[in-house]
């Protein structure tokens, strides 16, 4: 974790997370703070001890908080910050009904093996809404693809788009085949297109840190658009990867003996073998590790599978 602020409005301030936690983007003001995406909620006891440093709030309120999209890894702290600070929390408005219904399925929770605390919201923001944050606006616009309700916010001022997961320095978050969502890919396209028409100066992913070579990162996720549009396997084996790797990151460690009942339990797994892959569990896994190793996202420790 990092604190920075390359190129970035002094009452912008990002707090710079691991694979674990999304970014958080602190905006200040004289009215309070306002927060977007509080990290996974394995991490929320050292999410508040960031927003009570002098680089965070210090002794100042929080005003609101707001998600980009709620994944696990971007809304995992919300109870307990709401818990702390007594604020209101925004969501984007196609990730209200799920919120309200707490679809563990749609949100990826018990699903892909992850969890976050329940909360309660009380503001929605649609694509195309302004609201000032830390004495700048900022207009949502539509972002969807890894999540089909997410928003990233853009500041035309000074060109910053908080991009969530819609584009990092080197691609985005994993996207659903179009076997499981034909919706997925074709919106993440639209996505990239959207955002390459925009005056983007620098960028606050995510994860990762910020950036501004801008151009190339959205070559970097077209291409990668275009090769999983090809290919529906790979897709379905690059977020079967990266599902497996976060739940590496959230528990430490996985037996290796006890890897293909894991598989077999766990929904997303399950539901992709049966579609894409046709494996034995014990397959599956032997797969994944052995793609996962090569890659050095993970290694074996005796008995045990660990993050790399």
């Given at each position: 974790?990092s604190a920075?602020?390359?190129?970035?409005?002094?009452?912008?301030?990002?707090?710079v997370?691991d694979?674990?936690?999304?970014?958080?983007?602190?905006?200040?003001?004289?009215?309070?703070?306002?927060?977007?995406?509080?990290?996974?909620?394995?991490?929320?006891?050292?999410?508040?001890?960031?927003?009570e440093?002098?680089q965070?709030?210090?002794?100042a309120?929080?005003?609101r908080?707001?998600?980009t999209?709620?994944?696990s890894?971007?809304?995992?702290?919300?109870?307990?910050?709401?818990?702390r600070?007594?604020?209101?929390?925004?969501?984007?408005?196609?990730?209200?009904?799920?919120?309200?219904?707490?679809d563990?399925?749609?949100?990826?929770l018990?699903?892909?093996?992850?969890?976050?605390?329940?909360?309660?919201y009380?503001?929605?923001?649609?694509?195309?809404?302004?609201?000032?944050?830390?004495?700048?606006?900022?207009?949502?616009?539509?972002?969807?693809?890894?999540?089909m309700?997410?928003?990233?916010?853009y500041?035309?001022?000074?060109?910053?788009?908080?991009?969530?997961d819609?584009l990092w320095?080197?691609?985005y978050?994993?996207v659903m085949?179009?076997?499981?969502?034909?919706?997925?890919?074709?919106?993440?396209?639209?996505t990239?297109?959207?955002?390459?028409?925009?005056?983007?100066?620098?960028?606050?992913?995510?994860?990762?840190?910020?950036?501004?070579e801008?151009?190339?990162?959205?070559?970097r996720?077209?291409?990668?658009?275009?090769?999983?549009?090809?290919?529906s396997?790979?897709?379905a084996?690059?977020?079967?990867?990266?599902?497996?790797?976060?739940?590496?990151?959230?528990r430490r460690r996985?037996?290796l003996?006890?890897?293909?009942?894991?598989?077999?339990?766990?929904g997303?797994?399950?539901?992709f073998?049966?579609?894409?892959?046709?494996?034995?569990?014990?397959?599956?896994?032997?797969?994944?590790?052995?793609?996962?190793?090569?890659?050095?996202?993970v290694?074996?420790?005796g008995?045990?599978l660990?993050p790399?």
């Open positions: 974790m920075v602020s390359p190129r970035l409005p002094p009452q912008v301030h990002v707090f997370r694979w674990l936690s999304s970014n958080h983007v602190l905006l200040k003001s004289r009215d309070g703070g306002v927060l977007i995406d509080s990290g996974y909620a394995r991490h929320a006891p050292f999410t508040l001890a960031l927003l440093t002098r965070g709030l210090g002794d309120p929080l005003a908080l707001v998600n999209h709620c994944h890894d971007h809304m995992g702290g919300n109870a307990a910050i709401k818990t600070y007594g604020c209101p929390i925004t969501l984007p408005v196609g990730e209200a009904a799920l919120i309200d219904a707490w563990e399925r749609t949100l990826l018990a699903y892909t093996d992850q969890y976050a605390p329940r909360f309660a009380d503001e929605t923001i649609a694509p195309g809404e302004t609201r000032v944050w830390g004495d700048l606006e900022w207009r949502a616009l539509a972002a969807p693809g890894h999540d309700g997410a928003v990233v916010f500041n035309a001022e000074h060109g910053i788009l908080v991009s969530g819609a320095a080197n691609g978050g994993f085949p179009g076997e499981i969502d034909p919706r997925a890919l074709p919106a993440t396209r639209a990239l297109e959207m955002l390459s028409q925009l005056d983007v100066r620098i960028v606050i992913p995510g994860h990762g840190e910020p950036f501004v801008v151009g190339a990162a959205l070559e996720a077209f291409a990668r658009t275009a090769a999983f549009e090809a290919d396997l790979r897709v084996r690059h977020a079967l990867k990266v599902v497996l790797t976060f739940a590496l990151l959230d996985l037996a003996a006890d890897m293909p009942s894991y598989l077999e339990r766990i997303i797994y399950r539901d073998n049966a579609l894409f892959f046709k494996r034995s569990a014990a397959k599956l896994a032997e797969l994944l590790i052995g793609e996962l190793e090569h890659a050095g996202a290694r074996r420790e008995e045990w660990v790399g």
